[in-house]
């Protein structure tokens, strides 16, 4: 019966967060068009933001139930795993949907958001690495260099956005407030399902017997990016391919942003003091890949599938395993 019960919820979930991505993608190419924000600022900060919201509550309160150190390592795990994982994921779909000339379309936006997602990371290493383990009241000085990097990033982005040209503007016989209502219900129903999804996905892992293992840990990570997942793939088939590399350079930043929100729940310290060998492994990772990204849009050069001398399908990918097999080990 849990068995069952678990697939239809499981079933039930992606469908909403399917739809949902849906959702928020469309409107959220309108609100671009209509505001006159562009499609990499959007992209970025709601799509971003909205997608990553079951992060920010799973990691938050992680860090205040689970204790220093599990909580903190399960935090800063999830973050830099998922931003790995977003890299990864972005040139597959790029390589399957987007085309030989996908880069040389994009908007020349994108390069900034693409140094903004890594240097965040790379901000948030040497603070690992300096290991600020005290607060002033619940923040702690590491919390307050992320986030406002964070916000003054995005407010630049902002600026750089809105000059940007789109290649197409998109039209709605609908309002801007129905827009945005909708925009708003589809950002709840992803931050809704994504969680009943994500336990729903272990719980399948553990009733198969591959909950413990590398392939079950590595499939429930799978399934519960599904809202980035979804929403990438949609802004591709839309003709939007700014929506869809910002979305996922978006959700890397935001990422970074959430581990300073979640700091101000870290009971003993910082977050940032209590470091573990996997977690700071994934980092590197992290900013290896967020490189190679950031490499592919500034050279704007037609897909490269296999190659050892500049950023390519295959040696994207194969660093993302790679990394994923050292980190497995560390455990």
Same mark, same amino acid.
């Given at each position: 019966?849990?068995?069952? %019960? ?6 039930i ?17 309108i ?6 924000w562009?499609?990499? =600022? ?9 997608? *990553? ?18 909580g /903190? ?7 830099? /795993? ?6 990864s ?15 040389? @379309? ?15 990371? @790379? ?7 300096? /290991?600020?383990?005290?607060?002033w ?22 600026? =750089? ?10 039209k709605?016989d609908?309002s ?9 219900? *589809?950002?709840?129903?992803v ?8 336990i ?14 590398? @392939? ?7 399934v519960?990016?599904l809202p ?18 910002a ?13 300073g ?6 009971p ?17 990772f992290?900013m @290896? ?13 037609p897909?490269?599938?296999?190659? %050892? ?6 040696t994207?990918?194969?660093? =993302?395993?790679?990394?994923?097999? %050292? ?5």
């Amino acid at each position: 019966m849990d068995l069952i %019960l678990n697939i239809a919820v499981f079933l039930i979930a992606s469908v909403v967060v399917i739809i949902s991505a849906l959702g928020l993608v469309k409107t959220a190419d309108i609100i671009a068009s209509v505001t006159g924000w562009g499609r990499v =600022w959007v992209g970025s900060l709601l799509l971003g933001g909205a997608t *990553s919201l079951p992060e920010l509550v799973t990691v938050s309160s992680a860090v205040h139930f689970l204790g220093p150190v599990e909580g /903190g390592n399960l935090a800063l795990g999830t973050v830099f /795993g998922a931003n790995m994982m977003n890299i990864s994921k972005l040139t597959l779909i790029i390589a399957l949907l987007g085309g030989r000339n996908f880069f040389q @379309i994009l908007s020349s936006e994108q390069k900034y958001l693409a140094a903004i997602a890594l240097g965040l990371t @790379i901000a948030t290493f040497f603070l690992s690495i300096i /290991g600020m383990d005290y607060k002033w009241l619940f923040l702690s000085p590491a919390t307050l260099i992320v986030l406002f990097l964070y916000v003054i990033s995005q407010r630049f982005l902002m600026k =750089w956005s809105s000059n940007a040209t789109s290649v197409q503007e998109t039209k709605s016989d609908h309002s801007i407030k129905w827009t945005w209502s909708l925009f708003l219900l *589809s950002a709840i129903a992803v931050f809704v399902a994504a969680p009943f999804l994500a336990i729903s996905a272990s719980n399948l892992a553990d009733h198969t017997g591959l909950g413990e293992s590398f @392939i079950g840990v590595l499939g429930v990570a799978l399934v519960t990016s599904l809202p980035e997942l979804a929403s990438t793939i949609a802004a591709i088939r839309m003709k939007a391919p700014d929506l869809a590399v910002a979305t996922i350079y978006g959700t890397n930043a935001f990422n970074i942003a959430i581990l300073g929100v979640a700091d101000g729940f870290f009971p003993n310290g910082s977050i940032f003091g209590h470091v573990s060998t996997g977690s700071l492994l994934a980092c590197i990772f992290a900013m @290896i890949l967020g490189a190679l990204g950031a490499l592919q849009i500034i050279l704007r050069r037609p897909i490269k599938h296999f190659s %050892l001398f500049e950023p390519s399908t295959f040696t994207i990918c194969s660093i =993302w395993a790679i990394g994923i097999l %050292l980190i497995f080990n560390t455990r």
